[in-house]
């Protein structure tokens, strides 16, 4: 499997598709090859967002999926990262 490690490579935008190209009433892309903006590609939800995003835009739902959790922007989180840096 050459290329299984392929969602780590260094990427540029654009190198993937956007999950509904613009233009498709019937056509998505779903999985961890598709684009997912601020997203991590190497988790399940990323592939479970792609599919929502895929189903919500198709079918012209008022629904999207979650938006992706932002943690660094959080100032308890960075709080709570930097005192267990300090621990350490």
């Given at each position: 499997m050459p290329y299984i490690t392929s969602q780590f490579l260094v990427r540029s935008r654009g190198d993937r598709p956007d999950v509904?190209?613009?233009g498709s009433a019937n056509l998505a892309f779903i999985?961890?090859?598709a684009e997912v903006p601020d997203d991590v590609v190497f988790?399940?939800?990323y592939s479970v967002r792609t599919a929502q995003t895929a189903v919500a835009t198709l079918l012209n739902l008022d629904t999207q999926p979650e938006p992706v959790y932002k943690g660094q922007h959080?100032?308890?989180t960075l709080i709570?990262?930097?005192?267990?840096?300090h621990r350490r």
């Open positions: 509904v190209p613009a999985g961890q090859y988790t399940v939800e959080n100032p308890k709570d990262a930097l005192q267990t840096l």
